[in-house]
């Protein structure tokens, strides 16, 4: 048949390959604008991040970031974690063989206000009927105690009941009687 009528077959031919031809180039012409289009938007994308980063390598974005992170750590310290029940618990009994006298529990900032509050309560159940609770300032890295020879004894038991970064005595030799001082400091370990 193809001997018959080689004309009629070549232009079936070249109709059928030609109606392909449309139909891929339809098909992946679809595709190629898709393709076209995210990489605009990805290159728009590109283009504002330089312009915020205000032309920074991500390298350099990144210490930039670090450097804050570690401004923040340094100045506003990281949230102290609270005690547990039992943690409370603990501490008011090591508290409880301490000769009482008046303490105040202080904290730095909000970071270290819940911890704050734990000491407190530890020393109210450890029968320190005088103790007060509030916000305090220039306490540095840390937990701090002292004013008393007795704030040895009681970093002593915190030291012993959690795992504190940084428990440190401050003026143990000054004797002001009838008080201790904890304040809650900075974080920033």
């Known amino acids: 048949m193809i001997k018959a009528n080689p004309v009629v077959f070549i232009l079936i031919l070249i109709a059928v390959v030609s109606a392909l031809w449309i139909i891929f180039s339809w098909s992946y012409g679809s ?4 393709k076209k289009s995210q990489i605009e938007l990805l290159e728009r994308q590109i283009s504002d991040y330089k312009e915020k ?3 920074a390598s991500p390298d350099q ?3 930039k970031i670090d450097a804050l992170e ?17 943690q409370i618990s603990f501490l008011t ?12 529990v202080m904290y730095e900032n909000a970071l270290g206000k819940e911890l704050a509050q734990n000491i407190f309560e530890a020393f109210k159940q450890a029968g320190w009927e005088e103790a007060q609770l ?3 300032g220039g306490l540095g890295d840390g937990i701090v105690v002292g004013w008393s020879s007795r704030a040895v004894a009681v970093k002593a038991a915190l030291e012993s009941t959690a ?7 401050k003026d143990t030799e000054k004797e002001i009687p009838d008080l201790i001082i904890v304040g809650v400091g900075l974080n920033s370990f």
């Open 61 to 63: 974005a990144k210490a």
């Open 134 to 136: 509030g916000p305090g």
């Open 93 to 104: 009994s090591r508290l409880k063989d301490i000769q009482k006298s008046r303490v105040s």
């Open 31 to 34: 595709v190629l604008e898709s």
């Open 70 to 86: 570690q401004t923040l750590k340094v100045t506003v310290g990281a949230k102290w974690d609270p005690l547990s029940g039992s």
């Open 163 to 169: 795992k504190f970064p940084r428990v440190w005595a």
């Open 53 to 55: 980063l205000h032309g």
